[in-house]
Each structure stands twice: as structure tokens, then as C-alpha cells.
């Protein structure tokens, strides 16, 4: 319905609910005056009177109690949504990019316990890939694996962690594998393979003073979750 008369409306609901023009007065910081001038404009518009009085005894007609109870709800619940929009608005927002590894074993983990320190901050969390350059000016924080600083007008950069290799494999495969003693033990695979890093097991096999394979084969995974994946379901020997 169009041109609804809401102020009117507004003090119509105070009025009804306190039972009382002083009371709606108070409540909306207008005189009495300008309540009752409301309330004569919505009984206008509408057709028909809204409330009796008998002496100083202010009472709502049956037929407008239904239109206060649902001007209550509808007011109300405006009232919620706008309370929640501005409580959105002021929550700081902080937007995380990480790569796979650094997301999965070490960010999300203490995830719950930096919302209880700073429940005022909004967290957006993404990947951050290896290979796709980042916007620094799209981000807050960003954890990424890099072998020199990037060169970016947008952030300001320090060391997180250095990055170290080792083997990794299953229960089940080291009990219908193993057992892994020594390099040689290991340099026999299967491997897994990091995309990211294709000269991993290469690098680790020459440092481990191994006998490098003519062919190091074994299916290699993009995603640092798919390789842990594999390796958790004993499908060889991950770095």
C-alpha cells in the first residue's frame, strides 16, 4: 500500500502499548499534542476511530488491537534488522590468504581460539595458490611460499616459518612397506609429488646421499590437502 502514513502509524503502536498519549510521548521525545495530532490524522485516514476515552481512561477498540499487535511484530523486527546491519558494519574486518599447508595444519586450527580474543573482527579466510599472483591490496595477512620476498607497494614483508622436508607415509604403509631405517629404505618409494615443488624428492634423494632413480615416478597433486590426503591413505611416501 502506497503513502502509508508512518509516522502516524509509529505513534500509533507507542500509544496503544503504553495506553497512554503521555506515555507515547516520552517514548517518541514529542508532547502530548503532537501525539494526539497523529493520532487523529491515522483515525482519518483510515475511516474509523481508534481508541475511547471515559474520563482519564485511554482504551483501544477491539478492532484496532489486531493493527497494534501487528504493528508491535513488524516494528520490532525492523528494529532487529537494522540493529544487526549497523552491528555488521562496525565489526573490523580482517581477510587472510594462505597457501594450502599453512591454511590446513596451522591457521584454522587456532581459528576458534583468535575469535574469542577478538570477537569484534570479522575473519574472511581464503587459498592463497602457488603460481597465481596475489593482490597484496586485497588482503590484510597473507601466507605464502615464496624463495625470495615478493615486490609488492602494498605490504610489508617478514619471515613466517623456513620451509623443511621430511618423509611422511601412513600406519598402513610402513606396516606392509616398511620398515624406513635409513634414506636407502625410502628411496625405493612410491612417491608422492608436490606440483608446487617438482624438484622435492629429487632435492631430498641428492641430500640423503641416495642412489638418485633413473625415474622418480608417482602421481603428483596441485593441492598440498590432496597430497596429505594420499599419503593418510597409504598411497606412498609424501614430502
Same mark, same amino acid.
Given at each position: 500500500?502506497?503513502?502509508?502514513?508512518? @509516522?502516524?502509524?509509529?505513534?500509533?503502536?507507542?500509544?496503544?502499548?503504553?495506553?497512554?498519549?503521555?506515555?507515547?510521548?516520552?517514548?517518541?521525545?514529542?508532547?502530548?499534542?503532537?501525539?494526539?495530532?497523529?493520532?487523529?490524522?491515522?483515525?482519518?485516514?483510515?475511516?474509523?476511530?481508534?481508541?475511547?476515552?471515559r474520563?482519564?481512561?485511554?482504551?483501544?477498540?477491539?478492532?484496532? @488491537?489486531?493493527?497494534?499487535?501487528s +504493528?508491535?511484530?513488524?516494528?520490532?523486527?525492523?528494529?532487529?534488522?537494522?540493529?544487526?546491519m549497523?552491528?555488521?558494519?562496525?565489526?573490523?574486518?580482517?581477510?587472510?590468504?594462505?597457501?594450502?599447508?599453512?591454511?590446513?595444519?596451522?591457521?584454522?586450527?587456532?581459528?576458534?581460539?583468535?575469535?574469542?580474543?577478538?570477537?569484534?573482527?570479522?575473519?574472511r579466510?581464503?587459498?592463497?595458490?602457488?603460481?597465481?599472483e +596475489?593482490?597484496?591490496?586485497?588482503?590484510?595477512?597473507?601466507?605464502?611460499?615464496?624463495?625470495?620476498?615478493?615486490?609488492?607497494?602494498?605490504?610489508?614483508?617478514?619471515?613466517?616459518?623456513?620451509?623443511?622436508?621430511?618423509?611422511?607415509?601412513?600406519?598402513?604403509?610402513?606396516?606392509?612397506?616398511?620398515?624406513?631405517?635409513?634414506?636407502?629404505?625410502?628411496?625405493?618409494?612410491?612417491?608422492?609429488?608436490?606440483?608446487?615443488?617438482?624438484?622435492?624428492?629429487?632435492?631430498?634423494?641428492? @641430500?640423503?646421499?641416495?642412489?638418485?632413480?633413473?625415474?622418480?615416478?608417482?602421481?603428483?597433486?596441485?593441492?598440498?590437502?590432496?597430497?596429505?590426503?594420499a599419503?593418510?591413505?597409504?598411497?606412498?611416501?609424501?614430502?
Open positions: 500500500m502506497k503513502n502509508l502514513p508512518l @509516522k502516524a502509524l509509529q505513534t500509533f503502536e507507542a500509544v496503544a502499548r503504553h495506553n497512554s498519549y503521555q506515555g507515547a510521548a516520552q517514548e517518541l521525545y514529542v508532547t502530548p499534542s503532537a501525539v494526539s495530532h497523529q493520532i487523529k490524522n491515522l483515525q482519518q485516514w483510515l475511516g474509523c476511530p481508534l481508541f475511547e476515552r474520563g482519564n481512561q485511554l482504551t483501544i477498540l477491539p478492532g484496532a @488491537k489486531k493493527l497494534a499487535l +504493528l508491535g511484530l513488524s516494528l520490532g523486527d525492523i528494529a532487529l534488522a537494522c540493529r544487526q549497523r552491528e555488521q558494519q562496525q565489526l573490523t574486518k580482517l581477510v587472510i590468504a594462505a597457501i594450502p599447508a599453512v591454511a590446513t595444519c596451522w591457521l584454522i586450527p587456532r581459528l576458534a581460539d583468535f575469535q574469542q580474543l577478538c570477537p569484534e573482527i570479522s575473519l579466510v581464503s587459498y592463497a595458490i602457488h603460481g597465481i +596475489l593482490d597484496f591490496s586485497e588482503v590484510d595477512i597473507a601466507f605464502i611460499y615464496a624463495t625470495k620476498p615478493p615486490q609488492s607497494r602494498d605490504a610489508s614483508v617478514e619471515l613466517f616459518r623456513s620451509a623443511e622436508s621430511f618423509p611422511v607415509c601412513s600406519p598402513y604403509f610402513l606396516r606392509n612397506y616398511g620398515p624406513f631405517n635409513n634414506p636407502e629404505q625410502i628411496s625405493i618409494g612410491p612417491f608422492l609429488h608436490d606440483a608446487v615443488t617438482s624438484e622435492g624428492w629429487k632435492e631430498w634423494l641428492y @641430500k640423503a646421499h641416495c642412489a638418485q632413480p633413473q625415474q622418480i615416478t608417482g602421481p603428483s597433486f596441485d593441492d598440498f590437502n590432496l597430497l596429505r590426503s599419503a593418510l591413505a597409504g598411497q606412498g611416501i609424501a614430502l
